[in-house]
């Protein structure tokens, strides 16, 4: 069965520091791998997904097949940056295959 | 940005009684989805909906739950006798086939059985 792995539950960085947030999944054959935010008091929402390979908000995150990873990566971490942050993996690009949640990291940005 | 929305925002109910969680997903979208989160604990999901019947489900959605889309809009989650493990966050998705994978949640309602 497909599992995501989210190491740490909380990770505390100080404004303008890097922030890594940590994703391993477990998947034999292609996934498809997201990050989704959950800001305060916000709905949960996509962040970015591999395939894009996009930049949204400063971060990025590449999918790494060998370590079977996808950490989140920031180089200087925002205050507003401060959330709950889920990695998830999908196995069917194109289909209905239900999303698979890691238990999530809350990232704290110090002033 | 069109949204999902889901009410009751909040849901409090006696154990064994029957709840219904609503949904309105983004018009144009087609599948649809219903997650949970237990406090302290990741997002599971429950069950997948498309073409006006479910097309996955997780062994969490037994026989006390049901999904429905009564009419072009809404998109509802029934808990036929709830305990007290029923207790979470219960969220709503939808997406379609022009936004691939992307999904969009509504802002859940917290359902508590006492």
């Known amino acids: 069965a497909q599992r995501v792995t989210q190491p740490e539950k909380l990770l505390s960085v100080f404004k303008g520091a890097p922030v890594e947030l940590k994703c391993n999944y477990s998947y034999s054959g292609s996934p498809e791998l997201f990050w989704y935010v959950q800001y305060s008091r916000q709905r949960l929402q996509l962040l970015l997904r591999?395939?894009s390979r996009e930049s949204i908000k400063g971060f990025t995150a590449d999918l790494n097949k060998g370590e079977t990873s996808f950490h989140l990566k920031k180089p200087f971490a925002q205050e507003e940056d401060s959330a709950m942050y889920y990695c998830a993996l999908s196995t069917d690009y194109s289909g209905n295959t239900p999303l698979v949640f890691g238990k999530g990291t809350r990232l704290s940005v110090i002033a | 940005e069109p949204e999902v929305t889901q009410t009751p925002s909040h849901q409090v109910t006696q154990m064994g009684q029957e709840v219904i969680l609503r949904c309105v997903p983004i018009s144009n979208h087609l599948y649809f989805y219903w997650y949970r989160q237990i406090l302290g604990q990741k997002v599971e999901f429950l069950v997948s909906f498309y073409n006006n019947e479910i097309s996955e489900k997780s062994e969490i959605f037994d026989d006390q739950f049901s999904v429905e889309r009564p009419d072009g809009s809404n998109f509802t989650l029934k808990i036929r006798s709830t305990k007290l493990e029923d207790s979470a966050m219960y969220f709503c998705?939808?997406?379609?086939?022009?936004?691939?994978?992307?999904?969009?949640f509504g802002s859940g309602t917290q359902l508590s059985v006492l």
């Open positions: 998705a939808s997406s379609d086939p022009g936004t691939g994978r992307k999904l969009f």
């Open positions: 591999h395939i």
